[in-house]
C-alpha cells in the first residue's frame, strides 16, 4: 500500500527526486519552481541522498551542465519556470540531438511580458519544438507519478530523448493536497540505475558527442530524432502499464472523462481539467452529454489517437493556456484541429484560450464553453474562434 | 558498449538509419582519417639551417602536427595542420615563417 500525505506539487517532485536520488542536479532557481532545488538541497546536506548539486549562475548554464553531466553518464535533473526555460532555449536543441535523457521538472509559468509569475503554458509551449518529450499534471499526485515514470521513459534505448515533467505553477506546484506516495524501495526498483551504453566518461571507448552535422547530416539527425519521438508514444504506455502494478494508478497518453457518449468536448490540458471534470458533472445532471480530454502527453503530440476519441461527437471546444498570435490559435489547438483534420473528423472544433497569465477559469467558464458548443451545433449560432475566457470587455 | 565507429562509413550518401543516434562516435583519433589540413590559409614553413630542434614548437601545437622522431623534430603534418602560427611565434630561432596560403 502506498503511504498517505499532502503535500505540494513541488514538494512531490522534491519528494520523488529524494526517492530516485539522481547523480547530477544543476539548477538555477526562479519562481515557482525554486522550491524543487531548494529541498532537493535541503536532502543533500543532510545526507538524506548524495546527488552532486551544481549552483550554477544562470539556466543557460543549468541546462549546459544537466546535458554535460548527462553525457558523461550520470542520470542529470533540473528544474526550471518561464524565463528560466527561455534562457535555456539554445541549449534545450542540443540535449535532444545529441539524445541525452535529462529531465526537467518545469512549472508552468508565463513568460515575460508583461512580468507575471502566474501560471500558463507559455513558457513549455514555446519549446514544444526543441525535440524534448512533454508530459503534463493535473495533481500532485499526477505530477509526482509522471516525475517517476520520465526517467524509464527517456532513458529508453528506442527513446533517449530529454523529457520536461509539467506541473502548473501556483496551482499546483503549491497548492497542498492529499497524496499516495510510493514506497522508496518500490521506486528505487522502478525506476532502476542509469547504465548509458555509452559515456564520455568511459575511458575504454573514448567518443564524440555532438559532432558538426552541416547539410549532409542535418536532415538525417532530425529524422532520427522524429523516430525516437515516434517510439516514445509506444514506450510511455509500456511504462504507464508496469506503473500501475507498483501504484494502481492509470495513465495513458490523455485522459478520457465521461467521453463513451459526449456529444460535446472540451479539451484542455494540466490543473483546469479539474475544474472542467466538475463542469461536465453539472451537465451531465441536466442531461447533457458533455465530456472531456485532458491531454497528459503533448510531445509526441497523439493526433491520431485523440482524432479516434473526438470521432463521434458533435462540437469539441480545444483549450488553449499560452498564446501564439498566429492568428489561427494556440498549439494545442492547430495541432488537434490538423490532427481532426487529417482523420476526416467532421466534428465542429473551436480553439479557445484561457488562464493566460495565472487569469482565473471557473467552472462556471467551462459550462459556459459548453453551452457556446450546444449553441453552435444545436441553435445556429456563428461559430467564433479564438475567444479569450474571461476577457473583460 | 559500441564497437568504434568506422567515420568513413558514415558519409554523404549514408542513409539516416546508418548514423549513429545524436551522431556520436565511438573510438577516439577519428580525425586521423580527414584531411582537415585544407582549412589553413597560412602555412608554417621551416628553414631547417636555423631549426635547433629545441623542440619547443611541437607541444605548443594545438593539433599535434609537429612529429619528432629519435629526439628531433620532422616536417609539418599538413593535412593536419590548421595554419594558427603559435609554432611560429613560439620559435626562439626564426626557423618558421607563415607563408600565405596553402
Keep these: ?393 | 558498449m559500441s564497437q568504434p565507429t568506422d567515420v568513413l562509413e558514415i558519409n554523404e550518401k549514408s542513409p539516416y538509419y546508418d548514423i549513429t543516434p545524436g551522431n556520436q562516435i565511438y573510438g577516439g583519433g577519428g580525425a586521423k582519417k580527414f584531411n582537415t589540413g585544407e582549412w589553413r590559409t597560412e602555412t608554417p614553413v621551416i628553414d631547417w639551417d636555423k631549426c635547433t630542434h629545441c623542440l619547443l614548437c611541437t607541444p605548443c601545437c594545438p593539433d599535434s602536427c609537429i612529429p619528432v622522431k629519435d629526439g628531433k623534430r620532422e616536417d609539418f603534418d599538413y593535412d593536419h595542420c590548421k595554419g594558427c602560427g603559435i609554432c611560429s611565434k613560439v620559435c626562439s630561432f626564426g626557423a618558421i615563417t607563415m607563408k600565405e596560403g596553402i
Design chain 1, 1 to 393: 500500500m502506498g503511504i498517505r500525505e499532502r503535500m505540494s506539487g513541488n514538494e512531490a517532485v522534491a519528494h520523488a527526486i529524494k526517492q530516485v536520488n539522481p547523480d547530477v542536479m544543476a539548477a538555477f532557481p526562479i519562481t515557482p519552481s525554486t522550491e524543487i532545488p531548494q529541498m532537493v538541497s535541503t536532502f543533500i546536506a543532510n545526507g538524506e541522498i548524495d546527488t552532486e548539486f551544481i549552483p550554477v549562475e544562470s539556466e543557460h548554464s543549468s541546462m549546459s551542465a544537466t546535458m554535460g553531466a548527462c553525457a558523461a553518464g550520470a542520470r542529470a535533473i533540473t528544474a526550471t519556470s518561464s524565463c528560466g526555460l527561455a534562457f535555456m532555449w539554445e541549449v534545450l536543441y542540443v540535449a535532444a540531438s545529441d539524445r541525452l535523457p535529462v529531465v526537467m521538472a518545469v512549472v508552468n509559468r508565463a513568460l515575460t511580458g508583461p512580468i507575471n509569475i502566474n501560471c500558463d503554458h507559455s513558457d513549455s509551449m514555446g519549446a514544444r519544438d526543441s525535440g524534448w518529450l512533454q508530459i503534463y499534471a493535473e495533481t500532485n499526485q499526477e505530477a509526482y507519478d509522471n516525475y517517476i515514470q520520465s526517467f524509464r521513459i527517456a532513458e529508453h534505448p528506442d527513446v533517449r530523448l530529454p523529457m520536461m515533467v509539467c506541473q502548473d505553477g501556483f496551482i499546483t506546484s503549491h497548492a497542498v493536497m492529499n497524496i499516495e506516495l510510493i514506497e522508496d524501495e518500490k521506486v528505487k526498483n522502478f525506476v532502476g540505475t542509469y547504465n548509458p551504453e555509452n559515456y564520455l566518461l568511459n575511458a575504454d571507448m573514448p567518443m564524440a558527442i555532438g559532432p558538426y552535422a552541416n547539410s549532409p547530416f542535418y536532415m538525417e539527425t532530425k529524422m532520427n530524432q522524429r523516430i525516437a519521438m515516434k517510439n516514445a508514444k509506444k514506450v510511455i504506455l509500456e511504462v504507464a502499464k508496469e506503473f500501475e502494478k507498483i501504484s494502481g494508478r492509470k495513465y495513458g497518453l490523455f485522459e478520457e472523462y465521461k467521453m463513451d457518449d459526449a456529444e460535446y468536448a472540451i479539451v484542455i490540458m494540466g490543473s483546469a481539467a479539474g475544474t472542467t471534470k466538475d463542469a461536465v458533472d453539472a451537465l451531465r445532471a441536466e442531461g447533457i452529454k458533455a465530456g472531456m480530454i485532458k491531454i497528459r502527453v503533448f510531445r509526441p503530440f497523439p493526433g491520431e489517437e485523440l482524432a479516434a476519441a473526438l470521432s463521434k461527437v458533435k462540437a469539441v471546444a480545444i483549450l488553449d493556456r499560452a498564446e501564439s498570435f498566429s492568428g489561427q490559435g494556440g498549439p494545442v489547438g492547430s495541432e488537434l484541429k490538423a490532427a481532426l483534420m487529417d482523420a476526416g473528423v467532421s466534428a465542429k472544433a473551436v480553439n479557445y484560450f484561457y488562464g493566460l497569465g495565472g487569469r482565473d477559469y471557473t467552472v462556471g467558464d467551462a459550462e459556459k464553453v459548453y453551452r457556446n458548443l450546444i449553441d453552435m451545433t444545436e441553435n445556429g449560432k456563428k461559430l467564433e474562434q479564438f475567444k479569450y475566457i474571461g476577457l473583460r470587455k
